[in-house]
């Protein structure tokens, strides 16, 4: 959670209501997994600041939102920032698939386009993602560990801070160079394996920020990293 959390939940309120066949997608097989995601997120909010309420949980921001165990994603999206996505792999498939996912902020892609994909086609059209990076992405998912979480993070220029950003995979977005963009969209990735059902979580937490309020330590930080020649080109 952050500072953003109570306009975040604002806008996903508005998402969960209006576009919710756009944001949520479950297959028929992904449900114990799902219900395990459900019953993890339960058992995390109080710790950060969530109170019960009957059977409902005051948010941080006031909300009271019914624990609905019935709408398990439709639930998790109404009550914290993060997005999730739940990934499995069907016995002897060579890769994990996309099984589930309350996605209320994607950035350059869209839910039906990836339900039920492999990790390769997922990643279509993202240029890195060739064979060598698929074969050290499974050999990651595959050796993931419960109780052992991996994260990493990504910084992209926009010229618009929409959260909700879907595209189609045969439409790329035009990325503005620093001194065009006017906002940097980062995206906190965190993948978690579930004991019970072996599902892969890829959990998104996405923090938009108006580029003139990067502090010089933030600046310096991305001038010294690998992400500084993508930026600029």
Known sequence: MDEAYGAQMA????LLTHHRDEVIACQPHAREAVEELYATVMDALPALGFTRAGG?????????????????????GRLVQNDFCVHLQHPGA???HLAAAVLCFPA?????????????????????YDESMARRVQRMFDALQPGRLLWRANALLYADPELFAPRSSEHRRHQPKLG???WMRSERQVLRKLP?????????????IPVEKLTQAQLASLKASPLWDTLLS
Do not use: M, N
Request: proline letters at 8%; aromatic letters at 8%.
């Open 180 to 182: 065009e963009a006017v």
């Open 196 to 208: 019970e059902s072996g599902a892969v979580v890829f959990t998104i937490h996405t923090y938009v």
């Open 94 to 96: 060579a890769e994990h």
């Open 11 to 14: 806008h996903r309120e508005w």
């Open 108 to 128: 350059g892609w869209r839910l039906s386009d990836k339900i039920g994909r492999p990790l390769t086609q997922i990643h279509v059209p993202v240029d890195p």
């Open 56 to 76: 409902a949980w005051v948010c941080p921001d006031g909300r009271h939102v019914t624990e609905d165990s019935d709408q398990p994603l439709l639930t998790l």
